[in-house]
């Protein structure tokens, strides 16, 4: 997903949402697009639509592919079209690189942007942590991770970034998952845009795209790109049948809690406004 910036808020969402997810099952005919499974009665593309909304995403673009109609569907469905668009991306059996590719028009621009993956269900406050990170570019890191071969990681030395990547290969400091959204400065998203042209160019279809914000990021003078600590708060990234099953009985129900609180604080808060207004 990629989120697009119209002053402080007022931007754009553009989604990477095109891949088959074949480790969810071994017939991948057989089930929907990730962004369509449902947690508490709504599909993923409902809860982004929500979330993004209530931060002020004027318009989410999708990056579609495996059984496109189903996600068109669903927009209309949920009286979205207004707010919700498609780009196909007709090679979307390849790697998610050929997706980035496919949406290179989105941050080809001189605004500055967020890239999110689309199969993550998580508490809003990560977005709105992301949003409001004084750093141009930054990810979101949570230091709390399976350390196998899964996720990708990112690696901090003295406060910078040094490795960003499934696999370690550099001294650091901590390492922690990267959730999968990033927020990059217009001159960034275009240099990624111009790193994963190569990749295509090379025939490198199937790499994964995080590689080629890797090799941009790592080439960055230094502070240049950054990170907020996001752990403890909700998130899980739906890669198979387990994360399924683990965001129906944990996630969702520390989603729900968290904005319960949230709720419960604001209500107080303005008890209290209009208390002291009297």
């Avoid at 999968?180 to 279809?205: D, M, P």
């Avoid at 739906?238 to 520390?254: C, G, N, Q, Y």
Wanted: net charge negative.
């Amino acid at each position: 997903m990629i989120v697009r910036w119209r002053g402080a808020y007022g931007m754009k969402a553009v989604m990477l949402a095109a891949g088959i997810g074949s480790r969810l099952s071994i017939a991948a005919a057989e089930h929907s697009p990730k962004i369509l499974l449902r947690f508490n009665g709504k599909s993923l593309l409902q809860f982004h639509i929500e979330i993004l909304k209530r931060c002020g995403i004027q318009e989410i673009v999708l990056g579609v592919g495996y059984r496109h109609q189903d996600i068109e569907r669903e927009i209309a469905a949920l009286g979205a079209k207004d707010f919700v668009r498609t780009i196909f991306n007709e090679d979307y059996e390849e790697g998610n690189i050929v997706t980035l590719w496919a949406l290179r028009d989105e941050l080809s621009c001189e605004e500055s942007v967020i890239l999110m993956d689309a199969d993550v269900l998580y508490d809003e406050k990560l977005m709105e942590g992301l949003l409001n990170s004084s750093h141009q570019n930054c990810l979101l890191l949570d230091r709390t991770f399976d350390p196998g071969d899964e996720a990708v990681k990112i690696c901090v030395r003295d406060g910078e970034i040094v490795e960003f990547r499934k696999w370690l290969s550099a001294e650091f400091d901590f390492c922690g998952e990267s959730v999968g959204f990033f927020k990059l400065s217009a001159e960034t998203a275009r240099n990624i845009i111009a790193q994963t042209g190569l990749y295509i160019e090379q025939g490198r279809r199937h790499e994964p795209y995080e590689e080629a914000i890797r090799d941009v990021l790592l080439t960055m003078p230094r502070g240049n790109f950054a990170f907020e600590d996001i752990t403890g708060m909700a998130w899980i990234e739906i890669d198979f049948a387990a994360d399924i099953e683990r965001a129906k009985a944990e996630i969702m129900p520390r989603i729900l809690t968290a904005k319960c609180d949230h709720n419960a604080v604001t209500t107080i808060k303005r008890n209290r406004i209009e208390a002291n207004s009297l």
